[in-house]
């Protein structure tokens, strides 16, 4: 299985800021959005991962000003990415190996998607309860 059949029963608008936006600006999309990170634009490219961590790293180094710097100063990068045909046990793995939490989806015409570990290790435990259920009525049934 791949992070395409995540991404595509989804709706496809992700929460993203531009690099040239204030850090201000993004910490009050996570909040609005209650989400832990957001995938930095420069056009249609993604730039870099601006997540809570940056901030309270960046916060703790420079104090509250950063507020006030635009967010490809803080920013993760560059962004560890994976496209639509990346098996999800291949994700997870990327995921642990990097220790991040969130990957955006790439194809030709930039961001397709933006995947978190949650995302990923739900899809996995909801894969295997419904391999048990089926394994379950097999041996009833037999």
């Known amino acids: 299985m791949t992070i ?17 936006q204030t850090v201000r600006e993004a910490v009050a ?3 609005k959005h209650r ?6 634009l420069n056009g249609s490219d993604v ?3 601006f997540s809570e961590r940056d901030l309270v790293y960046c916060v703790a ?3 509250p000003e ?3 710097w635009r967010v490809d100063r803080v920013m993760t990068t560059p962004a560890v990415t994976v496209d639509r ?6 994700a997870l793995a990327l995921m642990t190996e990097r220790r991040i939490r969130h990957l955006p989806v790439v194809d030709q015409d930039g961001m397709a998607g933006f995947v978190s570990i949650g995302d990923l290790v ?11 259920a089926g394994m379950r009525t097999y041996i009833q049934g037999a």
């Open 4 to 20: 395409a059949l995540i991404i595509e029963s989804r709706p496809r608008d992700v929460v993203t800021v531009r690099a040239e």
């Open 29 to 31: 999309l996570l909040s």
């Open 35 to 40: 989400i832990g990170a957001v995938p930095v």
């Open 47 to 49: 730039a870099g991962i």
């Open 61 to 63: 180094e420079h104090g």
């Open 66 to 68: 950063v507020l006030d």
């Open 85 to 90: 045909q990346t098996p999800i046990l291949g």
């Open 122 to 132: 739900k899809h996995r435990i909801d894969s295997i309860e419904s391999d048990a």
